[in-house]
Nanobody
Framework: QVQLVESGGGLVQAGGSLRLSCAHSGRTFTRYAMGWFRQAQGHDREFVATITRGALYTYYTDSVKGRFTISRDNAKNMVYLQMNNLKPEDTAVYYC???????????????????WGQGTQVTVSS
């Protein structure tokens, strides 16, 4: 089974930055598109970003475009989310997710992803 472990969350002031990391346990990491989702208290789980298996394509929800960057290092089985200019509305539990997908436009629907990490809390103070 695939295991995903997120790290890097924490408390940061508005305007600050955090880098989230996700370690993927599988031997076939390059078969997977990877995504980041977040869930704020009292809200549904929301798509944040996704990246194709070869990292040629990335997609973001409008609210984070220009501030967040998703990347991956296939040699290390790692996915990252660099978050800059953080805002209080970014406060949420952030989840890493995996989807076997070989195309150019991975899904932005949480229900399509097959493996999930435990989540890491990001809190942005005003």
């Amino acid at each position: 089974q695939v295991q995903l472990v997120e790290s890097g969350g924490g408390l940061v002031q508005a305007g600050g930055s955090l880098r989230l990391s996700c370690a993927h346990s599988g031997r076939t990491f390059t078969r997977y598109a990877m995504g980041w989702f977040r869930q704020a208290q009292g809200h549904d789980r929301e798509f944040v970003a996704t990246i194709t298996r070869g990292a040629l394509y990335t997609y973001y929800t409008d609210s984070v475009k220009g501030r967040f960057t998703i990347s991956r290092d296939n040699a290390k089985n790692m996915v990252y989310l660099q978050m800059n200019n953080l805002k209080p509305e970014d406060t949420a539990v952030y989840y890493c997710a995996a989807l076997e997908y070989y195309g150019t436009r991975p899904s932005d629907k949480a229900s399509d992803y097959t493996d999930w990490g435990q989540g890491t809390q990001v809190t942005v103070s005003s």
